[in-house]
């Protein structure tokens, strides 16, 4: 099943590249796998699938130590405690739900030397909703957040977050991902250099990758529903 499932999503994401008139190769997917078992992750594996994302970090490092002999690009894409910070900087090659100075300086400080630099994304609170985390939309104050951030030793920034909140048409969830892509622009126009906007789920992989998503982040599409 999920051998087929992810074909599937590979090739939904194969048209809308197309429709999109983008390269197949400018969108990475991440595959999801919270609460979702080892043996799943090794299925999708055993497919061609090397980046996996998880929200719960005692959840990720268990099952990082049972597929410790696998090369797996990990990501982490859940809330971020800031006295948990190291544990992620040591076991991940992704952060994409940075929100703060105080939490990207640990990461740095904590990011082992041997290992390559983490790349990070700053998670956007694109609608303002009370309920998530990030930043607000504000270029100013991100662009002002990101220059310090990219001058961190340990951390590459590579871009942009969201998780949106549920939309009624494709004409709401087009708004959103286009007012994260002009964030992008914006930020790039004063002197950061970011290749990234992750943002796109199962439900809205289409519309997201026609606004310039560079990662998208499936779950159910790929594994089910989760338990
Ligand atoms: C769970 C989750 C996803 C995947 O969602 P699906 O609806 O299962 O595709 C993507 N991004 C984040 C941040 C998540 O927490």
Redesign the pocket.
């Known amino acids: 099943m999920i051998k087929i499932a992810l074909q599937q999503v590979n090739a939904t994401i194969d048209k809308y590249c197309q429709l999109a008139g983008r390269e197949r190769d400018s969108v990475a997917l ?1 595959a ?1 796998s ?1 609460r979702h078992s080892c043996d799943k992750i090794r299925t999708a594996y055993a497919c061609g699938q090397r980046a996996f ?1 998880e ?1 719960y970090l005692s959840e990720a490092l268990e099952k990082q130590a049972q597929l410790d002999d696998f090369s797996i690009e990990w990501h982490f ?2 809330q971020i405690q800031s006295n948990k910070t190291r544990k992620i900087a040591e076991h991940f090659a992704w952060v ?2 940075v929100s703060s100075y105080k939490v990207a300086k640990r990461l740095s400080d904590q990011r082992p030397d041997a290992l390559p630099k983490l790349n990070i994304c700053l998670q956007i609170n694109i609608d303002g909703e009370a309920s998530k985390n990030g930043l607000a939309p504000d270029c100013q104050a991100v662009t002002a957040l990101a220059k310090e951030i990219d001058a961190l030793p340990k951390l590459r920034l590579r871009g942009l ?1 969201c ?1 949106p909140a549920p939309k009624a048409d494709k004409a709401a969830e087009m708004a959103t991902f286009t007012a994260m892509q002009q964030l992008q622009h914006a930020l790039n126009d004063k002197g950061l250099a970011l290749d990234t906007l992750s943002m796109g ?3 809205d992989l289409e519309t997201a990758i026609a606004c310039g998503a560079t990662m998208v ?7 089910g529903a ?1 338990d």
């Open positions: 991440v999801v919270k994302g929200n894409i859940g994409h739900t977050m998780i789920m199962s439900a982040r499936v779950g159910t599409a790929i594994f989760r």
